[in-house]
Structures are given as C-alpha cells and as structure tokens.
C-alpha cells in the first residue's frame, strides 16, 4: 500500500499525558499537513510542512502540540498535557504541487484521541 | 461567518435518486474547489476538483462552480447505498491552506 499510513490508530490516554503520533506520507509527496476533525465538523488545517520546514501553523495549535518532520519524510505530533478538549481525530495529509495550481491532498487513516 | 457553509444533513434518500449537495462561501479568493467523501471511521478522500466556474462530470458524480454566487455543488445520480457517506467541500486559494465545510451526511437506502 503506497498511500498515506498514521500510527497508531487509536490512542485513549489520561488528561495531562503526553501523545505522539506519526504520519507517513506518500514517498514522493513534498507536502505535509496536520489537520483535527472533530465530530459533526470538517477537517480543521493544524500545520503545514513543505519538505522538512514548518511553514504555517494555525492559531488553533497552541504551544502543547508541535509538529516536526525531520529529514522532509515522515511527521510526528506531539500533544503535551493533554485535555479533554483534545479528543479528536488527527488526520494527516499529504500533497505534491500540480499542474495549474493544484493542490490534491491525499488523507491517512487518522489516529482517533480519546482523553479520560 | 465561516469562510464556507455546508448543510450537516443527515440527508436521506432512495436508491437511485439523484441527490445534490450544496456549499456557499465568502471569500472571492478561493480559485480551487474540490470535494471529499469520507466513510465513517475513515479519513478523507478526493472525488473531484474543479478551477474556476463550470461543470464537471466523473461518471455518476458532476461538479458544478458558480463563483458570481460563491455557490458550489455535486451531483449524485443514480445514487447507490455505497454512496452513504459524509460529503466534504473543501476550498483552496492556490496557497497551501484548504478550508473544509463542516461535510454533510449522505444516507442511500436500498
């Protein structure tokens, strides 16, 4: 399966633990995006990464969540001190430039967060 | 205002119907328009894209952009039950930042 794979699938931890998740996008893919979906909503936009420089992040991302994506490959999010409001789906996506301007994200699986 | 409203549904209706799913939006920047079906449990994936206005067909699926009335759309014929699913528009600036609808819920009974 070459599409975008996240690890782990699931994850319930108590508040106040700290979460990593890992993303691995498709391999010739240069962009990276992290967003959270929460039920009933669309997918929120977390971070951006184009190859390993972390272009954007969004105000929703406080400083309890960083993101890295060392050597341009595969990302990792860390979610420190984690709170019940952090309960979501983390998806993970990734794209390649196109013609005219395109963007086509490409989505994983997400890593579902239950806080207790 | 949210840059893009979309109808959550649920919206739910007879195999073989045609169904039409609705976004409007407010910022005149967004040049890009696409939308994603995503099965519960699942994340994401892209059905069609179009650029600017008009309408685009992909088999039982059509796309239809009106930018003077920031008013987009897909059309579903033939509806099947394997179409029950959450329906996403997503909208891009030519930026790297896709804002997505809040997705509306697609029921096909058989």
């Given amino acids: 399966d070459t599409g975008v794979s996240q690890d782990p699938r699931h994850k319930i931890t108590k508040r106040g633990q700290n979460v990593t998740f890992r993303c691995d996008p498709i391999?010739?893919?240069?962009?990276?995006?992290?967003?959270?979906?929460?039920?009933?909503?669309?997918?929120?936009?977390?971070?951006?990464?184009?190859?390993?420089?972390?272009?954007?992040?969004?105000?929703?991302?406080?400083?309890?969540?960083?993101?890295?994506?060392?050597?341009?490959?595969?990302s990792t999010l860390e979610i420190q001190r984690t709170e019940q409001g952090d309960s979501a789906m983390y998806l993970c996506a990734s794209s390649s430039p196109g013609t005219g301007g395109t963007d086509t994200q490409y989505f994983g699986p997400g890593t579902r967060l239950t806080v207790l | 205002?949210?840059?893009?409203?979309?109808?959550?549904?649920?919206?739910?209706?007879?195999?073989?119907?045609?169904?039409?799913l609705n976004c409007t939006y407010s910022n005149s920047a967004f040049q890009y328009f696409m939308w994603y079906r995503q099965y519960s449990r699942k994340g994401p994936e892209l059905l069609m894209y179009t650029y600017s206005s008009?309408?685009?067909?992909?088999?039982?699926?059509?796309a239809q952009v009106d930018k003077?009335?920031?008013?987009?759309?897909?059309?579903?014929?033939?509806?099947?039950?394997?179409?029950?699913?959450?329906?996403?528009?997503?909208?891009?600036?030519?930026?790297?930042?896709?804002?997505?609808?809040?997705?509306?819920?697609?029921?096909?009974?058989?």
């Fill in chain 1, 27 to 74: 391999s010739e893919h240069n962009r990276l995006y992290w967003y959270r979906q929460t039920l009933g909503q669309g997918p929120e936009f977390l971070t951006y990464f184009q190859n390993e420089a972390q272009l954007e992040k969004s105000r929703l991302l406080s400083d309890r969540f960083s993101a890295e994506r060392p050597k341009g490959s595969f």
């Fill in chain 2, 1 to 20: 205002q949210k840059e893009v409203e979309q109808d959550p549904g649920p919206l739910s209706v007879p195999e073989g119907a045609i169904v039409s």
């Fill in chain 2, 54 to 62: 008009g309408n685009k067909e992909d088999g039982r699926f059509t």
């Fill in chain 2, 68 to 110: 003077s009335s920031k008013y987009i759309s897909l059309f579903i014929r033939d509806s099947q039950p394997s179409d029950s699913a959450t329906y996403l528009c997503a909208l891009y600036t030519g930026g790297f930042k896709t804002i997505f609808g809040a997705g509306t819920r697609l029921f096909v009974k058989a």
